[in-house]
C-alpha cells in the first residue's frame, strides 16, 4: 500500500529528532462555495536535527514511532 505524502512548513524544532510540521489544506464550502484554508500540525521524525522553523518540507507516513509521531521527513523543498 503506498504511503501518504503531504507538504507543509516547519514551526517548531524544540524536541530531540522531532519537528512540527503544518499542513494546510483547501476546500470549498458545501452551500457557500467559497474556499477556506485549515491547516493541522503533524509531528514528524527528524533524525539528523537538520531541518529549521521556516522551512518547506515534504512528509511521509511511516510506522510509529512514539504516541504521537508517525511521520517522517523525507526532503526539504525551500529554505527560510
Avoid at 7 to 29: E, I, L, W, Y
Wanted: net charge positive.
Amino acid at each position: 500500500m503506498p504511503r501518504r505524502t503531504l507538504q507543509g512548513k516547519v514551526v517548531s524544532n524544540k524536541c530531540d529528532k522531532t519537528v512540527t510540521v503544518s499542513v494546510a489544506r483547501r476546500f470549498m464550502h458545501p452551500m457557500y462555495k467559497k474556499f477556506i484554508t485549515k491547516s493541522k500540525k503533524y509531528a514528524a521524525h527528524d533524525e539528523n536535527n537538520q531541518y529549521q522553523e521556516g522551512d518547506e518540507v515534504s512528509i511521509r507516513e511511516c510506522r510509529p514511532i512514539s504516541k504521537s509521531k508517525c511521520w517522517e521527513v523525507i526532503a526539504k523543498t525551500e529554505k527560510a
